[in-house]
């Protein structure tokens, strides 16, 4: 039987995890419908973790890591997909317990397939990945909770990172002003371009400790957690709306009743691995009013035995944009 490259991670009888390049045969994947040749996938904070193990993400060793894949169709015993076409997946366990995306070849349950959407590519799809998706359907359930253009400023933070660039690339499209939050003050320029109004740059402003700080912001896309979102939740104008999906710079979140009450603040939790009717509208939005105009800066490519090199640089929070794995 032929085999294809694929970084598997594995865990040791101490709990140590390990990821290494091997060589993979179909049969050894997770069971599924549908087999995809990968085009490209892309590098996400949670796949940092997984491969270098500083998170818990994987349910099942071993496992080949990867949450996203866009590539085409080779085989499907399922009458909804065809050899040739061009498809994602995100989510389901992809990545966590199923065998993920950083492989040339994924086999996946055709429930779990998306089509890629009409005018976009697959290069497209690949760069927006899991990051990209989840900023978003933040965005979009933050529409759905009274957020709209010309409502007033919406910072996103953790902004050089896959879902704060391609979160200021969305929001600056559909006509916000954007107003970026990093730690790296070098990529200054990086952020205006993609289409941020204003860039604030981490330590060099006060967040305070006030139960309701100065009124700053209509909506936040964040991807921080920690200091970063108490903060907005004291920051936001009259029923701001915060999408919060991540936890880059940590888990807790300290404040008190008083934004929701005295402002009506809606914080929105989001989760990328969303009902399957939920991720079809929001891809249809990525297509057209949503549509990134910046792909090309935001992904970077790198090839598949620079996967664990970059996810550990990608865990401290040092690259600037997205990885995508370009298969050949
Ligand atoms: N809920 C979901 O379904 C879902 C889906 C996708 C992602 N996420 C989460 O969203 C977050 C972002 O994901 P991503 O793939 O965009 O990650 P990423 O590309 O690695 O970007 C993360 C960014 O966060 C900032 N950051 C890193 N460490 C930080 C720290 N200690 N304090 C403050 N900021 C820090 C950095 O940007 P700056 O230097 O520009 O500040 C970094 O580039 C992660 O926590 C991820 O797990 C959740």
New binding site residues.
């Given amino acids: 039987m032929s085999t294809f490259k694929a970084v598997r991670v594995t865990q040791g009888a101490d709990k140590a995890v390990a990821a290494a390049l091997v060589d993979a045969t179909i049969d050894e994947l997770g069971a599924g419908e549908v087999v995809i040749a990968a085009r490209f996938a892309s590098i ?3 796949d ?1 973790l997984a491969v270098t193990g500083r998170g818990r993400i994987m349910t099942r060793f071993p496992c080949i890591a990867g949450i996203d894949v866009a590539g085409v169709v080779e085989s499907s015993t399922d009458a909804r997909f065809h050899v040739g076409d061009p498809v994602f997946v995100n989510g389901f366990g992809l990545g966590v317990s199923h065998d993920g995306g950083f492989s040339e070849r994924v086999r996946v349950p055709a429930d779990w397939v998306i089509p890629v959407p009409q005018g976009m590519t697959l290069l497209d799809v690949g760069t927006m990945g ?2 990209g998706f ?1 900023a978003a359907l933040a965005i979009h359930l933050m529409e759905l909770n009274g957020l709209a253009p010309g409502g007033g400023r919406v910072l996103v ?8 660039s391609i979160g200021i690339d969305m929001l600056a499209r559909r006509g916000y002003e954007v107003v970026a ?4 003050a070098g ?1 200054r320029d990086y952020l205006l371009d993609l289409g941020a109004a204003e860039v604030l740059v ?1 330590g060099e402003f006060e967040m305070g400790k006030k139960a309701l700080e100065k009124a700053q912001f209509a909506g936040a896309l964040d ?4 200091e ?1 979102l108490s903060w907005l939740t004291r920051s936001m104008t009259e029923n701001g709306v915060i999408g919060a ?6 888990a807790d979140l300290a404040t008190s009743v008083f934004p929701f009450i005295l402002r009506g603040v809606r914080l929105i939790g ?4 969303a009902p399957m009717a939920v991720r079809q509208q929001v891809w249809a939005r990525v297509a057209t009013d949503l549509r990134p105009r910046h792909l090309d800066r935001v992904g970077f490519p790198i090839t598949l035995d620079q996967v664990i090199e970059h996810c550990s640089r ?1 865990v401290e ?1 040092q ?2 944009g ?1 990885a995508i794995v370009h298969y050949g």
């Fill in positions: 996400n904070y949670k940092a899991v990051a989840t933070n953790g902004a050089t990172g896959g879902c704060g939050l990093t730690g790296k990529s981490r991807s921080v957690g920690g970063q999906f991540g936890n880059a710079g940590g989001v989760n990328s691995n990608s929070g690259v600037q997205r």
